[in-house]
């Protein structure tokens, strides 16, 4: 079965750091795009950041693009994000997504190619 386990959600005040992580299973994690959607109480889901599979480039929602950092180890089937300088505006469910032989780009900005979906961590970010 096809997996995404994300973990690394929780509580933090405005200003603060969260580092998330997403082990993939089930599916060939090699070639497959990584990456985190999240979805704000009354928002529409949007694509966070995203990695690709083999040149590693990466793609960042521009909200989030100057105090974040996605990266993958592959030979953990691991996609990390670490968010930095947290806003309330930063609170939603995050959620790893994948998708083989597919872009960061197109990943993260056309949700019907994400292939897999992870269940979601919650990240809450008070002022």
């Known amino acids: 079965d096809v997996q995404l386990q994300a973990s690394g959600g929780g509580l933090v005040q405005a200003g603060g750091s969260l580092r998330l992580s997403c082990v993939g299973s089930g599916f060939n994690f090699d070639d497959s795009a990584v990456g985190w959607f999240r979805q704000a109480p009354g928002k529409e889901r949007e694509g966070v950041s995203c990695?690709?599979?083999?040149?590693?480039?990466?793609t960042y929602t521009d909200s989030v693009k100057a105090r974040s950092t996605i990266q993958r180890d592959n030979a953990k089937n691991t996609v990390y994000l670490q968010m930095n300088t947290l806003k309330p505006e930063d609170t939603a469910v995050y959620y790893c997504?994948?998708?083989?032989?597919?872009?960061?780009?197109?990943?993260?900005?056309?949700?019907?190619?994400?292939?897999?979906w992870g269940l979601g961590t919650l990240v809450t970010v008070s002022s």
């Open positions: 997504v994948a998708a083989p032989f597919t872009h960061a780009q197109a990943l993260c900005f056309m949700s019907d190619l994400v292939s897999h």
């Open positions: 990695i690709s599979s083999h040149d590693g480039s990466t």
